[in-house]
């Protein structure tokens, strides 16, 4: 129970983190010296995406939720190059099986 919740703080911090570089920006134009915090953190997280690398986070709470006795993958969502893939995904279109299944056929002439 503590490895979860330790893993659910895990989390929290790397959600804060994210709307901090998203939104950071916004808290800059009010408090100016947060710029020496928030333009790092830009630069790690485009950085972290353009390399298709692992936030340092991630793993620490996969562990944590394997030490807790659950599954690290189901739990993950980010990683390894996720805004690329997403990216990706929109761009090409539906999957290319989605062209194969009966219904996607309803309406168009052979």
Same mark, same amino acid.
């Given at each position: 129970m503590p490895y979860r919740l330790l893993a659910d703080a895990v989390v929290l911090i790397h959600l804060g983190f994210v709307a901090f570089v998203v939104f950071g920006g916004l808290l800059v134009l009010r408090w100016h010296r947060l710029a020496w915090l928030h333009v790092p953190a830009v630069a790690w997280g485009v950085g972290i995406e353009l390399v298709g690398g692992v936030c340092p986070l991630t793993p620490i709470e996969n562990g944590l939720r394997a030490m807790g006795g659950g599954s690290a993958s189901a739990r993950r969502t980010t990683g390894r190059g996720s805004l690329r893939r997403a990216?990706?995904?929109? =761009? +090409?279109?539906? @999957? *290319?099986? =989605? +062209?194969?299944? @009966? *219904?996607?056929?309803?309406?168009?002439s052979r």
């Amino acid at each position: 129970m503590p490895y979860r919740l330790l893993a659910d703080a895990v989390v929290l911090i790397h959600l804060g983190f994210v709307a901090f570089v998203v939104f950071g920006g916004l808290l800059v134009l009010r408090w100016h010296r947060l710029a020496w915090l928030h333009v790092p953190a830009v630069a790690w997280g485009v950085g972290i995406e353009l390399v298709g690398g692992v936030c340092p986070l991630t793993p620490i709470e996969n562990g944590l939720r394997a030490m807790g006795g659950g599954s690290a993958s189901a739990r993950r969502t980010t990683g390894r190059g996720s805004l690329r893939r997403a990216t990706r995904e929109t =761009a +090409s279109g539906p @999957p *290319s099986h =989605a +062209s194969r299944h @009966p *219904s996607a056929r309803v309406g168009r002439s052979r």
